[in-house]
């Protein structure tokens, strides 16, 4: 009993302790989420913003912030401006009810011209500055000469000077306006972004400026908090950037404030380079800038009260949240918290970009299976064909036995005889080309009193009825070789979706060691950018140092990388630099188990030019390598176009991903459908995995492929009609596995059927084979093609190609380097 009540209070301890954390993560939340939307959305953030660059000076007497402010809230957040107005004039109340007035008349000269030139602008953006620029002007001359009665010199400088500044101050806050709202945008921010925040933010604390507390000045710890954040979160050059900017803008505020500016800066850059540190990295940073440029301030007196500011700065920086730098990190190029969040980012694209592709293969498949269901008999095409005779003998009825006034003998009391009659005439016309015995003939005639028009009807609506029959047959044939495509598509893309989604690894720590591996053999090595280090599908980038063409990169790198990796790694590509001082880009991949060396000799009839038989040796992306010989009915330039389109498409439709019955049924259909001509195409294609040496034989309409393996010949042989006869077949699939040494001999009819006089061509091939005395495959061509025109009395009376492909190991040109072995002797 007690221990069944410790195991009930002790879920429910576990319980309780939890809660009080819950609450307090959820009462946070909501109180950040409170401040966002009384500070963001309701605006009052502007007002705080207004009420400082509304008391905000420049050169002690100059207010240029005021309507820079209000017009790009006014063309940003129009609903907002009146709050920003506000705060304007409130601010410059606490200078003098003069600046206010100034500050609320401005403002209205400005909204005034704007609503009446709106109708004229094309682009108010961009007319914006010039807006301010001139009503500020118009505005500090109306002033002054409703002041003073006059206008002076000075006056109209002044004037200018900070109509100016205006100018210069919308285009800065049009830019830093839209980072303060809670919107989403993008993540990243530009420089130019980055330094007008920064000018913002120290415009706004220029309104500070007479502010103290416990005889410290506001602003001066103000503007060392912001060189903190910055410095912490980006690092020395951005740090270095707010701490200039920031000096800058209080020392036009204030010109015995100037010194500051190389304070903040040299702050900025120290804490920065400190970051390592952390945030006492950054804080020991600032303090030794103020040690340091606080001795040529005022003087030693105040050297004690510039440590206070500092001291309060820093305990601001330490109490300032984890969260909010992270925050701001996340915007910042070139940060830890900025590559996080763009590689989120790309995550989501590439998942987004999958899951569309995937749909995509979905439709297809749907789209497949939609064609697909129309093979299978529906209620009106049943397996027994009754339906489809039911509505042949209608149409013959209805042309004959409609007018006859027998009609109700025949079909109502004699259904079944009369039924049975038409129905074995249709047999029969269909099985003796349209003649019926003379037995039927005359039972027929005795039972019908229109027996010869009946039997006319039937044989003309037969005709009708084979020419439907054939016509849905070809669109039978058409929808299923349309769902096949549709499926490989859909196969393939499915396929395209999956490699999407297969993220690159993280291979920091194997290009660290590798990178170091190398080192410490003497290599250097600039960047090494790992992509997969998967058995057989290794893929590693590195930039070298000019190597000056003397091939380091296949010689020492790929040797050590077999080495380290335990796999035989090659160059796959290299680009080299075309200048001295340049850096060599090589891509190194995984060595395949095995090389095909191939050769071709062919000859076209009575030795002309074109020959109808084309050829093709290609190595697809997948690690398989084709080989493929076409040959075009007949000879000469039509042939050859024929069998040279075959191959083309074919090997596009090879190099997409489709499997190989598929890509041949689709060459066949369009060879088939494209014209009604009699040009037919014979295909023999070769198949070969260069990691296993498995090969796979479609032939489709060619002559048989030997391989020879020593003393022994292998033939390979398939029976499929040419491409383009019929449009539906099945394509027969030869398997082999190869070996290395093997020759893999392929060859047109030409070849194959030319010898003269031979009775059994296949023994004739064969012994020539096994004859030959070379394994070297150009000669193996050149003899081949040599004996069968010989055979011939040296005519060429057909086209002829024959190729030839030798199987052999991948060994590379150099051996693996016992890079851990050096590095064990070194150490």
């Given at each position: 009993?007690?221990?069944?009540?410790?195991?009930?209070?002790?879920?429910?301890?576990?319980?309780?302790?939890?809660?009080?954390?819950?609450?307090?993560?959820?009462?946070?939340?909501?109180?950040?989420?409170?401040?966002?939307?009384?500070?963001?959305?309701?605006?009052?953030?502007?007002?705080?913003?207004?009420?400082?660059?509304?008391?905000?000076?420049?050169?002690?007497?100059?207010?240029?912030?005021?309507?820079?402010?209000?017009?790009?809230?006014?063309?940003?957040?129009?609903?907002?401006?009146?709050?920003?107005?506000?705060?304007?004039?409130?601010?410059?109340?606490?200078?003098?009810?003069?600046?206010?007035?100034?500050?609320?008349?401005?403002?209205?000269?400005?909204?005034?011209?704007?609503?009446?030139?709106?109708?004229?602008?094309?682009?108010?953006?961009?007319?914006?500055?010039?807006?301010?620029?001139?009503?500020?002007?118009?505005?500090?001359?109306?002033?002054?000469?409703?002041?003073?009665?006059?206008?002076?010199?000075?006056?109209?400088?002044?004037?200018g000077v900070e109509a100016s500044l205006g100018f210069i101050l919308t285009l800065i806050f049009v830019q830093s306006l839209p980072l303060l709202s809670i919107s989403k945008r993008r993540q990243s921010l530009k420089v130019e972004e980055i330094v007008c925040l920064i000018i913002m933010l120290a415009s706004v604390m220029t309104g500070t400026i007479g502010w103290s507390v416990y005889e410290l000045s506001v602003e001066h710890i103000m503007s060392r908090y912001l060189v903190l954040l910055f410095a912490f979160v980006a690092g020395a050059t951005v740090g270095s950037t707010v701490g200039v900017v920031t000096g800058l803008i209080f020392s036009l505020a204030n010109v015995t404030s100037f010194y500051h500016m190389s304070l903040l800066a040299f702050a900025g850059l120290l804490g920065g380079l400190l970051k390592e540190g952390r945030k006492i990295g950054v804080a020991a940073g600032l303090l030794i800038a103020t040690l340091l440029i606080g001795m040529y301030g005022e003087g030693g007196g105040n050297l004690t009260k510039t440590l206070l500011e500092t001291a309060a700065a820093i305990l601001l920086f330490i109490l300032t949240p984890h969260v909010l730098l992270s925050k701001l990190a996340k915007h910042i190029p070139g940060t830890?918290?900025?590559?996080?969040?763009?590689?989120?980012?790309?995550?989501?694209?590439?998942?987004?970009?999958?899951?569309?592709?995937?749909?995509?293969?979905?439709?297809?498949?749907?789209?497949?299976?939609?064609?697909?269901?129309?093979?299978?008999?529906?209620?009106?095409?049943?397996?027994?064909?009754?339906?489809?005779?039911?509505?042949?003998?209608?149409?013959?009825?209805?042309?004959?036995?409609?007018?006859?006034?027998?009609?109700?003998?025949?079909?109502?009391?004699?259904?079944?005889?009369?039924?049975?009659?038409?129905?074995?005439?249709?047999?029969?016309?269909?099985?003796?080309?349209?003649?019926?015995?003379?037995?039927?003939?005359?039972?027929?005639?005795?039972?019908?009193?229109?027996?010869?028009?009946?039997?006319?009807?039937?044989?003309?609506?037969?005709?009708?009825?084979?020419?439907?029959?054939?016509?849905?047959?070809?669109?039978?044939?058409?929808?299923?070789?349309?769902?096949?495509?549709?499926?490989?598509?859909?196969?393939?893309?499915?396929?395209?979706?999956?490699?999407?989604?297969?993220?690159?690894?993280?291979?920091?720590?194997?290009?660290?060691?590798?990178?170091?591996?190398?080192?410490?053999?003497?290599?250097?090595?600039?960047?090494?950018?790992?992509?997969?280090?998967?058995?057989?599908?290794?893929?590693?980038?590195?930039?070298?140092?000019?190597?000056?063409?003397?091939?380091?990169?296949?010689?020492?790198?790929?040797?050590?990388?077999?080495?380290?990796?335990?796999?035989?790694?090659?160059?796959?590509?290299?680009?080299?630099?075309?200048?001295?001082?340049?850096?060599?880009?090589?891509?190194?991949?995984?060595?395949?188990?095995?090389?095909?060396?191939?050769?071709?000799?062919?000859?076209?009839?009575?030795?002309?030019?074109?020959?109808?038989?084309?050829?093709?040796?290609?190595?697809?992306?997948?690690?398989?390598?084709?080989?493929?010989?076409?040959?075009?009915?007949?000879?000469?330039?039509?042939?050859?176009?024929?069998?040279?389109?075959?191959?083309?498409?074919?090997?596009?439709?090879?190099?997409?991903?489709?499997?190989?019955?598929?890509?041949?049924?689709?060459?066949?259909?369009?060879?088939?459908?494209?014209?009604?001509?009699?040009?037919?195409?014979?295909?023999?294609?070769?198949?070969?995995?260069?990691?296993?040496?498995?090969?796979?034989?479609?032939?489709?309409?060619?002559?048989?492929?030997?391989?020879?393996?020593?003393?022994?010949?292998?033939?390979?042989?398939?029976?499929?009609?040419?491409?383009?006869?019929?449009?539906?077949?099945?394509?027969?699939?030869?398997?082999?596995?190869?070996?290395?040494?093997?020759?893999?001999?392929?060859?047109?009819?030409?070849?194959?059927?030319?010898?003269?006089?031979?009775?059994?061509?296949?023994?004739?091939?064969?012994?020539?084979?096994?004859?030959?005395?070379?394994?070297?495959?150009?000669?193996?061509?050149?003899?081949?093609?040599?004996?069968?025109?010989?055979?011939?009395?040296?005519?060429?009376?057909?086209?002829?190609?024959?190729?030839?492909?030798?199987?052999?190991?991948?060994?590379?040109?150099?051996?693996?380097?016992?890079?851990?072995?050096?590095?064990?002797?070194?150490?």
């Amino acid at each position: 009993m007690a221990n069944a009540e410790r195991n009930v209070i002790e879920p429910l301890g576990e319980v309780n302790f939890g809660k009080p954390k819950l609450e307090l993560s959820r009462g946070f939340n909501k109180f950040q989420l409170g401040l966002e939307t009384f500070f963001l959305k309701k605006g009052y953030l502007l007002l705080l913003i207004g009420f400082l660059l509304g008391r905000a000076l420049i050169l002690a007497q100059l207010t240029p912030f005021s309507l820079p402010f209000f017009a790009a809230v006014y063309f940003i957040r129009k609903d907002k401006a009146p709050i920003a107005l506000i705060g304007l004039v409130a601010g410059a109340a606490t200078l003098s009810i003069s600046n206010a007035v100034s500050a609320f008349g401005i403002t209205f000269l400005f909204l005034f011209a704007f609503r009446i030139a709106k109708k004229w602008l094309h682009n108010e953006i961009r007319a914006l500055p010039f807006f301010v620029f001139f009503t500020l002007l118009a505005g500090k001359l109306l002033e002054d000469f409703i002041l003073s009665q006059q206008l002076t010199l000075y006056d109209g400088m002044m004037a200018g000077v900070e109509a100016s500044l205006g100018f210069i101050l919308t285009l800065i806050f049009v830019q830093s306006l839209p980072l303060l709202s809670i919107s989403k945008r993008r993540q990243s921010l530009k420089v130019e972004e980055i330094v007008c925040l920064i000018i913002m933010l120290a415009s706004v604390m220029t309104g500070t400026i007479g502010w103290s507390v416990y005889e410290l000045s506001v602003e001066h710890i103000m503007s060392r908090y912001l060189v903190l954040l910055f410095a912490f979160v980006a690092g020395a050059t951005v740090g270095s950037t707010v701490g200039v900017v920031t000096g800058l803008i209080f020392s036009l505020a204030n010109v015995t404030s100037f010194y500051h500016m190389s304070l903040l800066a040299f702050a900025g850059l120290l804490g920065g380079l400190l970051k390592e540190g952390r945030k006492i990295g950054v804080a020991a940073g600032l303090l030794i800038a103020t040690l340091l440029i606080g001795m040529y301030g005022e003087g030693g007196g105040n050297l004690t009260k510039t440590l206070l500011e500092t001291a309060a700065a820093i305990l601001l920086f330490i109490l300032t949240p984890h969260v909010l730098l992270s925050k701001l990190a996340k915007h910042i190029p070139g940060t830890s918290e900025y590559a996080a969040e763009q590689q989120q980012y790309m995550r989501k694209m590439r998942d987004v970009t999958a899951q569309r592709v995937a749909q995509f293969s979905n439709v297809f498949q749907a789209l497949s299976k939609s064609f697909s269901s129309y093979d299978e008999p529906s209620e009106w095409e049943e397996s027994d064909g009754t339906r489809e005779l039911d509505y042949f003998l209608s149409n013959v009825t209805e042309k004959t036995c409609q007018t006859c006034f027998k009609k109700d003998h025949c079909w109502t009391r004699n259904f079944d005889t009369t039924y049975d009659y038409m129905k074995e005439i249709m047999n029969e016309m269909d099985e003796n080309h349209g003649e019926i015995t003379s037995r039927l003939s005359k039972e027929w005639d005795k039972h019908c009193r229109r027996s010869k028009k009946v039997t006319d009807t039937i044989q003309q609506e037969l005709t009708f009825y084979h020419a439907n029959q054939r016509l849905k047959k070809q669109v039978q044939e058409s929808r299923r070789l349309v769902a096949e495509q549709l499926l490989g598509v859909s196969e393939v893309m499915g396929d395209f979706a999956k490699e999407i989604q297969r993220e690159r690894e993280n291979h920091h720590k194997q290009e660290e060691l590798i990178f170091e591996a190398l080192q410490e053999c003497g290599i250097h090595i600039e960047q090494v950018e790992i992509y997969s280090l998967e058995k057989g599908n290794v893929d590693i980038d590195m930039s070298i140092p000019f190597c000056n063409g003397h091939g380091e990169c296949e010689k020492l790198i790929a040797p050590m990388l077999s080495d380290i990796l335990k796999e035989t790694v090659v160059v796959n590509l290299e680009e080299c630099s075309a200048y001295p001082n340049g850096f060599c880009h090589v891509t190194f991949r995984s060595a395949k188990a095995f090389t095909v060396d191939s050769a071709v000799a062919h000859a076209a009839k009575d030795g002309g030019f074109l020959s109808g038989d084309s050829y093709s040796t290609m190595e697809l992306g997948c690690g398989k390598y084709a080989i493929a010989i076409s040959d075009g009915m007949g000879n000469g330039e039509r042939a050859h176009i024929e069998s040279k389109e075959t191959l083309q498409l074919l090997q596009k439709i090879l190099q997409s991903g489709i499997e190989e019955k598929v890509a041949i049924k689709s060459v066949n259909s369009v060879l088939s459908l494209r014209t009604t001509d009699e040009i037919f195409s014979t295909l023999d294609l070769a198949m070969i995995d260069l990691q296993n040496a498995g090969a796979e034989f479609l032939k489709i309409g060619s002559t048989p492929s030997f391989i020879k393996r020593g003393n022994k010949v292998i033939k390979i042989q398939a029976s499929n009609l040419p491409m383009g006869i019929i449009q539906e077949f099945e394509v027969d699939v030869v398997s082999e596995q190869l070996k290395a040494g093997d020759l893999l001999i392929m060859m047109s009819d030409g070849i194959f059927e030319g010898p003269k006089h031979v009775e059994n061509f296949d023994l004739w091939m064969k012994r020539k084979i096994v004859e030959l005395k070379t394994e070297e495959p150009q000669a193996v061509a050149d003899l081949i093609m040599e004996e069968v025109i010989r055979s011939r009395s040296g005519y060429i009376e057909d086209d002829m190609t024959v190729i030839v492909a030798k199987i052999k190991h991948n060994t590379p040109k150099w051996t693996s380097i016992p890079v851990q072995k050096i590095r064990q002797k070194a150490n």
